[in-house]
């Protein structure tokens, strides 16, 4: 019953959290400067006379108050309606159906690239601790945490475009994005098996193997990595969720028809509908890996469903002391 409860306080949260990033969405895309108009109509280019101009505030019903404009849109939201595009006049739907998945693959790509070298480096860097190895390892992580994203990738173009006149469409558009985007990430992954592989080296049920006879690789594969990387299933669910924002400048510099690609063309078009609907889908794509991460924490790990027996019965307890006083 307590698992239950924290799987409908995780689910309440994330709604309140959408709910927020709606609000927020619709609220920064108002203070903006500039009118769509201008780009609908071409005001740069075409001369339009001031009723054209009102009538099509009035069909886009941007000349309604803030707090309709809002309703309007919400409305829309909570019956899966992202609105139309100004550009294009078709749904943001659509749009975001055709560019999703680019992002979503090179995200979930980078996610298997990182575990894939973290993991043998963390567990090579707590094994050789404080030696050449674990130095060289320790130093790689704090240049590629150091180094932004968007720099390791305008080096990698340079490198494999320029100089060695690679210019494939497969290589350019998903391994050197998925690679640019993995070094930040394994850094994280790799430090953090390492310390926790350093804590378990001392503890007591690694002992206990040692006592018995055990091999190390034994003691490493049953004693050591299971509780190593369940505290990295909350980290990826975080790394995942921000690889879909963290995609918008990467997909710009690789030219990658993504969600960042169209988020960007709609800001220098400011299509309002696609911003917001582009900005609300990675909102809502964040917060729900976020949750499921928190969820399959506490089914996988039964030191968090402890906490949350606990929680539940602190909880309890004070409600009854308080029935008591007021008694």
């Known amino acids: 019953m307590t698992l239950i409860k924290a799987l409908i306080k995780r689910l309440l949260q ?31 280019v075409a001369q339009v006379s001031s009723e054209q101009i009102k009538a099509t505030e009035d069909k886009l019903g941007l000349n309604d108050s803030i707090f309709s404009q809002w309703w309007h849109w919400f409305n829309q939201i909570l019956h899966l309606d992202l609105g139309t595009s100004y550009e294009t006049n078709e749904p943001v739907t659509n749009a975001i159906v055709n ?46 945490v150091s180094l932004p994203s968007f720099f390791i990738g305008i080096m990698l173009i340079y490198i494999f475009n ?26 994280y992954i790799i430090r953090l098996i390492r310390s926790n592989l350093l804590d378990l080296y001392q503890s007591p049920v690694v002992e206990a193997s040692r006592l018995r006879g055990m091999s190390e690789r ?14 990295i299933i909350p980290l990826l669910a975080i790394s995942l969720g921000s690889l879909i924002g963290g995609t918008v400048v990467i997909e ?50 039964p030191k968090q469903r402890l906490l949350q027996r606990q929680v539940s019965k602190t909880k309890s307890s004070l409600m009854e002391s308080g029935d008591q006083s007021a008694l």
Request: include cysteine; proline fraction near 6%; charged fraction near 10%.
């Open 162 to 187: 320029r100089l060695l006149h690679i210019d494939n469409s497969l290589f350019t558009q998903y391994i050197l994005p998925i690679f640019t985007l993995s070094l930040g990430m394994c850094a």
């Open 252 to 301: 710009n510099l690789f030219d990658i028809p993504g969600l960042g690609y169209l988020l960007m063309d709609s800001i220098k078009s400011r299509d309002y509908p696609v911003i917001q609907g582009c900005v609300l889908f990675i909102g809502f794509f964040v917060v729900l890996i976020n949750t499921l991460g928190d969820i399959v924490t506490i089914i996988v790990d």
């Open 218 to 231: 034994y003691i490493l594969l049953h004693d050591l990595l299971k509780p190593t990387l369940l505290p």
């Open 99 to 144: 560019y999703a998945p680019p992002t979503l693959l090179i995200s979930l790509l980078t996610l298997i690239m990182s575990l894939v070298i973290s993991i043998p480096l963390g567990v090579i860097a707590a094994k050789t601790y404080h030696g050449k190895t674990d130095k060289i390892i320790r130093i790689l992580t704090s240049l590629s």
């Open 14 to 44: 994330m709604m309140v959290v959408l709910f927020i990033i709606s609000l927020l969405t619709f609220i920064l895309m108002k203070l903006s400067p500039g009118n769509p108009v201008d780009k609908i109509l071409h005001l740069d």
